[in-house]
């Protein structure tokens, strides 16, 4: 969770060892951890970070039982490829792909994949606002 709380205050310009992301793939799954570390992965906003959410979703919208964070992981996969000029989530979106299969069973069968984007967008400028809000006075206590 370490990284997830720099993520406010971190872009790709900053050093965060990348031994530590895959870490948080890895942890994804039942507990409900997701949006924070996507939060994380698209500030970091590294193409690294978007095969990260990439193999997320090759791994769990095969899986239309389970409901984790698909949404927020698409969401953010296509804010990424905005930041990166990347193309990562077409084949994801593409009509009749893993997507919309995975919707197919899901109560919100008409969830837009860009509406899970604008929902990053707003939690990242949350996060920055946030750090750079609390920041400073986070770091008067450790100083005091």
Known sequence: ????????????????????????????????GGTAYCVALAKFGTAADADLLAAYLDRYLLRPELDYDQPTVLGTLLYLDGVLGSDSASRFIAPGGPWDRWLE????????????????????????????????RIQGRRSS
Do not use: K
Request: aromatic residues 4%; glycine residues 8%.
């Open 1 to 32: 969770m370490q990284d997830c709380r720099l993520a406010g205050r971190c872009g790709p310009q900053d050093r965060v060892p990348r031994s530590h992301r895959p870490a948080l793939a890895r942890q994804w799954g039942p507990v409900r």
């Open 105 to 136: 069973v899901r109560v919100a069968a008409a969830l837009d994949p860009y509406d899970c984007r604008q929902g990053i967008e707003q939690l990242c400028a949350f996060a920055t606002e946030t750090a750079e809000t609390l920041g400073p």
